[in-house]
């Protein structure tokens, strides 16, 4: 079994009603006397140590002994019973009422009928969410965990990598609570977002299910290079490669520290200094070049792009996702449809830059820039909807506050989509994305035992979606506002 670091109770599974009883057989075997090369020695308080096979198997001699309430959940937890009142299936916008998912080893193994709890395993962890609204754990492909509003402008040259990466440890809780149970990150200095996926998966922090792209690649003085500095300081960013050699080079490079996927920068930003958001800065060469390398090494592409040729340049080049999109034309959303490239809108954000963007240090050229442009991509992610393009559900998290992710489906609503659209755009369309088809964005029969719930059906009201009040992922509850007064205060 090798060593199991804890992070607390939960990182076994232990409900919140045995977390005493838990500390207290934890800390026992850290006073265990220590066997050669085995076992541990007393020291810091059980959460922040790291459990040898030897002390597992102390547990599981407690366990065998029957000794110990606690032992019952470590063994049970496994298998986890949740009774929803109502449980939405995106897809086919279907809704099954009264039902019990039952789920082990983090993966949706049954759906039952509430009149049918007798096929559940006795042993399961029961949850009762009868009084509750359940739907997939909610997906979103454009976010940058690391990074926050307040590291705009001028600010972001005060922020070093392992600041930024401790950020991401409370952004990416953050998010996971509201919800948000996949992240695709697109952007992070210094493979911080792969040091921060690497910590979720290894159990060491709690996040959602992260696929990371590293440094996104961009041209000299473009969008993803520094610009805010004098010539002196000769500062360019990791990403920087200009001509297609160059470029495949650096998505090798990428690649060879860990990226999930591809972010490049085919045209100018908002909130970069010097560059124009409609000028194309990757050529259609450069491009091709990314796609071609990228695919041969199973990464797939998102292409930060404004610009109205870009974005058809980068479609063209075999890019599989246009993060913005602003100012697509007819040509565009046709290019779109038949290449099946998605595009994602972040029409939220609009309304924070504008409002609170100069009082957290943006430039104030961005924000004329987002004045300019913000209006014009709500139109088109309009009528990229109307005309059946394929979209998926992103925000651009870090130039809003992390978790209020859920705020763009009312958007997303205000300029012409039907709520099971968007819930669609951030379950099944982005799982596709993703390449996690029938497992995120899903409540199936093996699919990840990823669920939210909240009050109400939000196909009725989406802004329930703002209000989650229960949170699994893979398995484990992360948040649950109906667990009993007692359990919580344990």
């Not at 042993?123 to 009868?130: E, F, N, P, R, Y």
């Not at 870009?310 to 565009?332: M, P, R």
Request: hydrophobic share 40%; net charge negative.
């Amino acid at each position: 079994m090798g060593q199991l670091d804890l992070g607390g109770p939960h990182m076994l599974g232990i409900p919140l009603g045995y977390t005493q009883t838990w500390h207290a057989v934890a800390d026992l075997i850290l006073r265990f006397p220590n066997r050669a090369g085995s076992g541990m020695k007393a020291g810091p308080p059980c959460h922040t140590r790291i459990l040898s096979e030897h002390s597992m198997h102390l547990i599981r001699l407690l366990c065998l002994a029957g000794t110990l309430t606690v032992c019952a959940a470590l063994q049970a937890e496994n298998i986890v019973a949740l009774h929803c009142g109502a449980l939405l299936d995106p897809e086919t916008d279907t809704l099954a009422r009264d039902v019990i998912v039952v789920t082990e080893g983090g993966v949706v193994k049954q759906i039952l009928p509430a009149n049918a709890a007798g096929q559940v395993p006795v042993d399961a962890k029961q949850i009762d969410l009868s009084k509750g609204f359940c739907l997939p754990g909610l997906i979103d492909v454009h976010d940058h965990l690391t990074g926050d509003p307040s590291d705009s402008g001028y600010e972001s040259l005060g922020v070093s990598v392992p600041r930024s990466t401790v950020k991401g440890v409370r952004n990416a809780r953050i998010t996971l609570q509201a919800g948000f149970t996949t992240v695709r990150n697109v952007g992070a200095a210094g493979f911080s977002d792969v040091a921060l996926r690497d910590g979720i998966n290894a159990g060491d922090i709690a996040g959602p299910r992260l696929f990371v792209s590293g440094p996104p690649l961009g041209i000299t003085g473009g969008h993803c290079d520094n610009d805010l500095l004098a010539p002196e300081f000769n500062v360019s960013e990791f990403g920087v490669a200009d001509g297609p050699w160059q470029a495949r080079k650096k998505v090798r490079e990428v690649v060879k520290y860990g990226a999930d996927l591809i972010k490049i920068c085919a045209s100018g930003g908002v909130l970069s200094k010097g560059d124009s958001p409609g000028a194309e800065q990757y050529t259609l060469e450069e491009m091709k070049a990314i796609a071609e390398e990228a695919h041969k090494l199973g990464r797939k592409v998102a292409a930060h792009a404004h610009g109205t040729q870009a974005i058809k340049d980068a479609i063209l080049a075999g890019i599989d996702s246009i993060e913005h999109a602003s100012l697509i034309d007819e040509e565009g959303i046709e290019l779109a449809k038949q290449h099946h490239t998605y595009l994602v809108f972040d029409i939220y954000n609009d309304d924070y830059i504008l409002k609170e963007g100069a009082k957290a240090g943006m430039l104030p050229e961005s924000i004329e820039k987002e004045k300019a442009i913000g209006k014009l991509q709500r139109a088109n992610f309009r009528k990229a909807y109307l005309e059946g393009a394929p979209l998926a559900f992103g925000t651009d998290g870090g130039v809003y506050p992390h978790g209020d992710n859920a705020r763009q489906f009312a958007t997303m609503v205000e300029f012409g989509a039907r709520p099971i659209d968007t819930i669609r755009m951030a379950t099944v369309n982005a799982a596709r994305l993703l390449n996690l088809e029938g497992k995120a964005g899903a409540v199936k029969t093996g699919s990840f035992a990823d669920m939210i719930a909240v009050d109400s059906d939000p196909r009725a009201n989406v802004e329930q979606l703002q209000h989650v009040r229960f949170v699994m992922k893979d398995g484990r509850v992360y948040r649950d506002e109906w667990a009993p007064v007692a359990a919580l205060q344990n």
